[in-house]
């Protein structure tokens, strides 16, 4: 059998940097939805933390461990994910959840990318409708957003943001936040933002 | 325009898509016949003031939403779960 060479939905595109801002991709070990049948959270809930997990966060937030990290993904939604790059997985959804929650590997359906650095904010605010202040849109909050018109998930993280959009748009959607970026860059040398 | 997603908060009116009067959510039963039928497919009130609308938060949390919008206006009155407006508990 041939080896074929898995590629990422932006191989060869990031990282981009202006002065500011730097866009990166992110690769997780795995993203598995996990959506509860109705009454069932208590159950889940048990289940995750007997596989060493947390519960399901509130709505908007995040819960768990690196490897175990809990997001919500929208209504009835959320995403399991192992933040340890390359980390190995099994794609079989545990039969554990099987009268609980229905589960399904998105692994390969989700592309992550990261925003960092002074001006990421900024270069957000030209693409998003979000309130993505410091003292509003805090560590462990989740948002389901607009972003360029595209459905995505945003993330705040330690030194910027995390930006998950189906795989289908990725590369428009780098597009677009680069484009924002070079626009913000231009704007800060010619001394029309502080 | 914005709308206080139950869910998400208050959010641009960007992120929602306008589905039409939340009469769909009364859907007759199968052997309710066609004047029934009729009424619910083509017939709508034209109020000038509260309007109960459905609206649906697709580039957010992806909810069904029950608006009361005041349409002369664009004021926002009230804004449920349709899921839970229709297993009344809104
Ligand atoms: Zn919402």
């Known amino acids: 059998m041939v080896d074929l060479t898995g590629l990422s939905a932006l191989e060869g595109l990031l990282p981009y940097e202006v002065d500011g801002a730097v866009l990166s991709a992110v690769s997780y070990g795995a993203i598995t939805s996990i959506m509860p049948f109705r009454g069932q959270k208590t159950a889940v809930n048990v289940r995750l933390k007997a596989d060493g997990g947390a519960a399901l966060p509130r709505i908007g937030r995040v819960s768990g461990p690196v490897a175990k990290r809990l997001i919500w993904a929208g209504r009835g939604q959320y995403l399991l994910l192992d933040l340890r790059r390359g980390a190995a997985f099994d794609t079989t959804p545990d039969p554990a959840f099987d009268e609980l929650a229905a589960l399904s590997d998105q692994t390969s359906a989700w592309v992550v990318m990261r925003l960092e650095g002074a001006r990421a904010q900024e270069v957000l605010a030209r693409l998003c409708p979000l309130d993505l202040r410091a003292g509003v849109f805090k560590r462990g909050h989740v948002a389901r957003t607009e972003l360029a018109h595209m459905a995505v998930i945003l993330w705040r993280r330690p030194k910027g943001f995390e930006i998950m959009v189906v795989r289908s748009v990725a590369q428009v959607a780098m597009r677009r936040l680069s484009g924002a970026m070079d626009s913000v860059a231009a704007q800060a040398v010619l001394g029309e933002i502080s | ?90």
């Open chain 2, 1 to 90: 325009m914005r709308l206080k997603c139950p869910l998400c908060g208050d959010r641009d009116a960007r992120e929602f898509h306008y589905r039409g009067a939340a009469k769909l959510m009364e859907r007759p039963e199968a052997g309710a016949g066609e004047a029934a039928f009729y009424d619910y497919v083509y017939l709508r009130e034209n109020p000038v003031g509260a309007n109960s609308e459905l609206w649906f938060h697709e580039l957010g949390c992806r909810a069904w939403l029950c608006v009361s919008r005041d349409v002369s206006s664009h004021e926002i009155l009230s804004v449920e779960l349709a899921d839970a407006v229709k297993r009344g508990q809104a």
